[in-house]
């Protein structure tokens, strides 16, 4: 088969480093051998390809933006992200398996934990010897996290966690699952192993969405962990919403992913299906429909390489990536959509992937700050005004 | 163990390339340059022997600067370091990469070196033999297994119809095949290494070519494909095309 191309209508590779375009290819050959092979059966079954793991591992996809002596690649952020578009370009919730992993496990862990906690976590997680994952939603709190119940209590040299976590990726795979909590009021990050007495992390089931991917909830019945188990770095809202700004990141990256995937898809179709005995695609109707899926997927590989490199340099924003998530992932979702729609009936259908990246982008729209959220975070950032608390 | 893998930048497979205006060449534009897919295997051999047996792997190519950028892909592979034998094009006459290799090579005091069974670009299926023959080793090539044990190796080689298996004593000139192993997927990690290992540059002086390439011309236009419309009872028919016409079984 031939390997995939990304669509570069405006020369982008030509700003990209040997290096950002070696690890695109890597990425992009291990996705086209290993994982679109495996993902669409996997996504019908409902089930996470695990497998894939100790590959990914190998690969260097968990946590790449880390420092090496973590076991991690040292990649810059341009890297990162693009590892990230080639995920997602086989399927949402790979490219989540690694988000987790790696921005909102690891880089918690990195940035608010001791060094001994580093030491000790890091190498097994970039391996995928471990796997985590992140609790911050509650089935009573999603956009308003600062409201959450879950409750840590110091007693002697422990402390004791109380409350319900929802909607929560690898939950049920994971080894050790960040939690945050409210102590003495203060939102707080912790550190909760399997197997721990009073904690158990049963998988939510029927999800129409990202169905490659595990989801789960965690149950806390005054589940007592060491002290030292708290990231001590940690304190108040800001610190998972610091987490939340890494893993958005590469999600405006990875969408365009799906993107490229849906377009490439919806492009060849149209090339060759005949209808009144020529193909779609010389109608102009479906010309507009492509002419608007490669003009968005233009915009965002601008939008996001300039925010690639602002992180690099360490000037990039909070709300800056909020303006990226929320113009990639809803572009995205349009482009599936059209997508779909090109595809006719056979869009239905598993032979194609159309449906199944529209399928979880809804998803991804609404994880990681909704769509709306985001565009009150960007409406408080240039009015002043916030319109949310 | 000492181990040199001489690496070719070939034009990806997977692209289709056109003849230039000069009749002579390829248009350059547009290609994707990568490790010829014989020399991948190369290294891969190599790599794995080393971690087996220890010692350093060191890539040697051929060619302008424009090549390190395939050299960095076999380092990212893992190999420890890289001679860029500097020559303002890659010769069309193999005898003159061969003489250019061979004077880096006989300094390296190198227990294998491995090179692709043929290079995808111009399929001269020489170099391995005319490096040994240069530097007085044996040369193994085709070879589909290889075994190294002390300073002796046997090797499986792929012959018409079946496979032979030779014994020969280090240092040995190894030229790879398919099947030999599964190059392994570059890492995050390798590559960023990659950029920080040495390619050393070493000058070059070509002979001049005994051979020239005087004309490239593109193949003949695929003929239309045949079409059965009555499933299962042309199975008969189409086996019999497949042993009579296209002969692959
Ligand atoms: C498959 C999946 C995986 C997930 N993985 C994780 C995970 O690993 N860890 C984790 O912690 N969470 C995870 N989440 C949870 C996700 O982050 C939340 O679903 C998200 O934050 C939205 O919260 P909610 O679902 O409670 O929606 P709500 O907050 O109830 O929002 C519902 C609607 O109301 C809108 N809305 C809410 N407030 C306002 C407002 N002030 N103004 C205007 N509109 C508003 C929203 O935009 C949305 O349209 C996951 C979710 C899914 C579906």
């Not at chain 1, 940035?111 to 471990?130: D, F, I, M, N, V």
């Not at chain 1, 800001?238 to 490439?264: E, F, N």
């Not at chain 2, 090179?115 to 299926?125: C, K, N, P, S, Y």
Request: charged share 25%.
């Amino acid at each position: 088969m031939k390997p995939f191309e990304s669509p570069d209508y405006f020369n982008m590779d030509e700003l990209l480093s040997d290096e950002e375009k070696m690890i695109r290819s890597a990425v992009r050959e291990w996705v086209g051998e290993n994982v679109m092979p495996v993902i669409e059966k996997a996504y019908l079954d409902a089930v996470f390809p695990r497998d894939l793991i100790p590959q990914m591992g190998e690969l260097g996809l968990f946590g790449p933006n880390l420092p090496e002596k973590y076991g991690c690649a040292g990649t810059n952020n341009v890297a990162y992200g693009i590892m990230m578009q080639e995920l997602e370009r086989a399927d949402s919730g790979v490219r989540s398996f690694a988000s987790v992993q790696g921005s909102l496990v690891m880089y918690p862990i990195y940035a608010y934990g001791t060094e001994k906690q580093r030491q000790h976590w890091l190498p097994k997680l970039a391996s995928g010897e471990k796997i985590g994952c992140f609790g911050l939603t509650e089935p009573d709190h999603g956009s308003d996290p600062g409201g959450m119940k879950t409750t840590a209590v110091k007693d002697g040299n422990s402390y004791i966690l109380n409350g319900a976590k929802m909607w929560i990726t690898n939950g049920t795979l994971a080894d050790v699952a960040v939690v945050w909590a409210k102590l003495d009021g203060t939102v707080r990050g912790f550190l909760v192993e399997k197997g721990t007495p009073g904690f158990s992390a049963p998988e939510m089931h029927n999800k129409h969405s990202l169905r490659a991917s595990v989801t789960s909830e965690l149950i806390l019945q005054d589940c007592r962990i060491p002290a030292e188990n708290l990231l001590p770095e940690s304190g108040g809202l800001k610190s998972p919403l610091g987490c939340l700004t890494q893993a958005r990141y590469g999600i405006a990256w990875g969408v365009m992913g799906a993107a490229m995937a849906c377009y490439d898809e919806a492009l060849n179709y149209a090339k060759t299906r005949i209808q009144f005995d020529k193909p779609i695609a010389s109608f102009q109707l479906v010309q507009q429909k492509l002419v608007y899926m490669v003009t968005e997927i233009t915009k965002m590989q601008l939008l996001s390489l300039q925010l690639g490199r602002l992180k690099d340099q360490k000037k990039f924003k909070f709300t800056h990536v909020s303006m990226a998530k929320r113009n990639n992932v809803f572009q995205a979702l349009e482009i599936a959509r059209l997508a779909r729609d090109i595809l006719g009936a056979n869009g239905i259908t598993a032979e194609y992937q159309s449906m199944r990246h529209m399928c979880n982008l809804e998803t991804v729209k609404t994880y990681e700050g909704t769509h709306d959220i985001h565009t009150l975070i960007i409406g408080a950032d240039i009015t002043g005004i916030p319109a949310y608390s | 163990m000492n181990i040199a893998v001489c690496i070719k930048q070939t034009p990806d497979t997977a692209i289709r390339v056109k003849v230039a205006d000069d009749g002579k060449s390829i248009v350059q534009d547009g290609i994707q340059w990568v490790i010829n897919p014989y020399d991948e295997f190369a290294v891969e051999e190599a790599l794995q022997l080393t971690e087996k047996h220890g010692g350093e792997v060191t890539i040697v190519s051929l060619g302008p600067a424009g090549i390190e950028k395939t050299i960095r892909e076999a380092l990212a592979m893992g190999a420890h370091k890289a001679i860029r034998i500097d020559a303002d094009h890659i010769p069309d006459d193999p005898s003159v990469t061969a003489k250019a290799l061979v004077e880096v090579l006989k300094n390296g005091n190198y227990d294998l070196i491995f090179l692709g069974r043929q290079a995808v670009d111009d399929d001269h299926h020489q170099m391995a033999s005319l490096v040994s023959q240069a530097l007085g080793l044996p040369c193994v090539t085709v070879v589909v297994k290889l075994e190294i044990d002390g300073g002796k190796g046997t090797a499986l080689r792929e012959v018409e119809g079946g496979y032979e298996k030779v014994a020969f004593a280090l240092p040995a000139v190894i030229g790879a095949n398919r099947h030999l192993n599964t190059p392994r997927y570059r890492s995050l990690k390798g590559i960023m290494q990659a950029k920080k290992k040495t390619i050393e540059v070493l000058p070059a002086t070509l002979a001049a070519p005994k051979l020239v390439v005087e004309k490239l011309t593109p193949p003949p236009a695929k003929k239309e494909g045949k079409i059965f419309k009555n499933g299962a009872a042309d199975a008969a028919e189409v086996a019999r095309l497949l042993r009579d016409e296209a002969k692959v079984i």
